[in-house]
């Protein structure tokens, strides 16, 4: 195997990393565009001081009402204060309890897994399939028990899980689906938004997602009565009425203000996620020579890139750290992508502890894709210049390998 980069010599006048030029500047902020409606809306929001209510103020009830209306007409949506916050509502909203083993994906961020730990509940971890490195329905379907309660999906990156696949699997075994969309806001399944399949969906409206307000998420189901216990938990277990005390619940309503930031994104993501999507060809047109591995939509359904994956080639894993840390010095935002779940060593002491130990040797699509695949920009609302400006920080850095 050749030499770790980091060690090399080379040219200080090529790489900012070692006192070159950047090819930007200084780094892209986060470009998030406020309509001047919901400017105006914020103004007489901090007039009124009334900035978040018990159940969710007037404009949480606005996003809520459309962001349901998104998915389709039977729809409910419950906002609340992240992505993490969404996943643990919908076990606990789902009876995931102690003992009950719910399946994720081995690329998949940690809240996935943590949610499902805080109900008592055990993470079960399948590998990815290959070539979009989404659920593998076949290792999931050889991972269900008799404890099994429910499938995770989760649309990593933007790309969208095979759900009809998934579906059909749960519904042959009687098993919950819960999707994870914290990054996949207008991906869609054999023609149907995801997060429109799941008996309940999440969704995280963090920092660079298609829809961004700072912090925040939302559940989306079909199930009235899910949609109601949801609120319910989400508002510390209590019913409509101020004493109505019905079960231990949580607090996770959402502010007012990520209530207005989620209309303005949702009045705009046709438009961005159009933008992800071009982005995503610019870099596979921009790179196509330098040999790193780059994601399409998949066969089943369309791919909306929260960030574009690149892949290392086998040869290069010691470098991983090396390239991130050059592509971040020439003001391109990256960074190497999360690891498989089943390495963090604190769930994987969970497991073991209730009897379904992790094996890592199991899942081998993730452990010979993840530890080569690093993230650069799509948005928001990057132009094509900017996307080809990342694409060259890309191209110089990895022209060093």
């Known amino acids: 195997m050749?030499?770790?980069?980091?060690?090399?010599?080379?040219?200080?006048?090529?790489?900012?990393?070692?006192?070159?030029?950047?090819?930007?500047?200084?780094?892209?902020?986060?470009?998030?565009?406020?309509?001047?409606?919901?400017?105006?809306?914020?103004?007489?929001?901090?007039?009124?001081?009334?900035?978040?209510?018990?159940?969710?103020?007037?404009?949480?009830?606005?996003?809520?009402?459309?962001?349901?209306?998104?998915?389709?007409?039977?729809?409910?949506c419950v906002a609340v204060n992240s992505g993490t916050s969404a996943l643990h509502l919908a076990c606990a909203a789902l009876d995931i309890g102690p003992g009950d083993e719910v399946i994720i994906p081995?690329?998949?961020?940690?809240?996935?897994?943590?949610a499902v730990v805080q109900m008592g509940g055990i993470p079960v971890v399948c590998?990815?399939?290959?070539?979009?490195?989404t659920m593998d329905v076949d290792d999931a379907a050889a991972k269900i028990t008799r404890r099994t309660r429910a499938l995770m999906p989760v649309h990593f990156w933007g790309c969208a899980s095979d759900m009809t696949a998934i579906i059909e699997l749960a519904d042959q075994h009687g098993l919950l689906v819960i999707e994870d969309c914290g990054q996949s806001h207008g991906a869609t399944a054999g023609g149907r938004l995801v997060g429109s399949f799941g008996d309940a969906s999440c969704y995280s409206f963090a920092p660079r997602k298609h829809i961004s307000t700072g912090q925040g998420g939302a559940i989306v189901t079909r199930d009235d009565g899910l949609a109601s216990r949801a609120r319910d938990l989400a508002n510390k277990g209590k019913g409509i009425g101020w004493l109505d005390y019905r079960e231990l619940g949580?607090?996770?309503?959402?502010?007012?203000?990520?209530a207005l930031l989620g209309l303005?994104?949702?009045s705009q993501l046709d438009q961005e996620v159009a933008s992800r999507r071009a982005a995503a060809a610019i870099y596979r047109d921009e790179l196509a020579e330098t040999g790193l591995r780059m994601w399409d939509d998949p066969?089943?359904?369309?791919?909306?890139?929260?960030?574009?994956?690149?892949?290392?080639?086998?040869?290069?894993?010691?470098?991983?750290?090396?390239?991130?840390?050059?592509?971040?010095?020439?003001?391109?935002?990256?960074?190497?992508?999360?690891?498989?779940?089943?390495?963090?060593?604190?769930?994987?002491?969970?497991?073991?502890?209730?009897?379904?130990?992790?094996?890592?040797?199991?899942?081998?699509?993730?452990?010979?894709?993840?530890?080569?695949?690093?993230?650069?920009?799509?948005?928001?609302?990057?132009?094509?210049?900017?996307?080809?400006?990342?694409?060259?920080?890309?191209?110089?850095?990895?022209?060093?390998?």
């Open 2 to 76: 050749d030499q770790p980069l980091s060690t090399r010599a080379l040219q200080p006048d090529e790489l900012a990393i070692r006192g070159g030029t950047p090819v930007r500047p200084a780094a892209l902020p986060p470009r998030v565009h406020i309509t001047e409606s919901i400017r105006d809306a914020m103004t007489r929001l901090i007039d009124s001081g009334s900035f978040s209510d018990w159940r969710g103020g007037r404009y949480v009830a606005k996003f809520e009402e459309a962001f349901a209306q998104w998915h389709g007409l039977d729809y409910h």
């Open 106 to 114: 081995c690329a998949a961020y940690v809240s996935a897994a943590s």
């Open 299 to 401: 066969g089943w359904g369309t791919h909306v890139y929260f960030k574009m994956p690149l892949g290392l080639s086998p040869g290069h894993a010691a470098d991983l750290g090396w390239v991130v840390d050059a592509i971040h010095a020439e003001n391109v935002s990256c960074r190497p992508t999360h690891p498989p779940l089943s390495s963090i060593s604190w769930l994987a002491d969970y497991a073991d502890e209730r009897g379904r130990p992790f094996s890592p040797e199991l899942q081998p699509n993730a452990y010979q894709s993840l530890p080569l695949i690093f993230e650069v920009e799509t948005g928001p609302n990057m132009t094509a210049d900017d996307v080809r400006t990342s694409a060259r920080a890309v191209r110089k850095v990895i022209s060093a390998l």
């Open 264 to 266: 303005n994104g949702l």
């Open 250 to 258: 949580f607090s996770y309503v959402m502010p007012e203000f990520e």
């Open 127 to 133: 590998d990815v399939d290959p070539g979009t490195l």
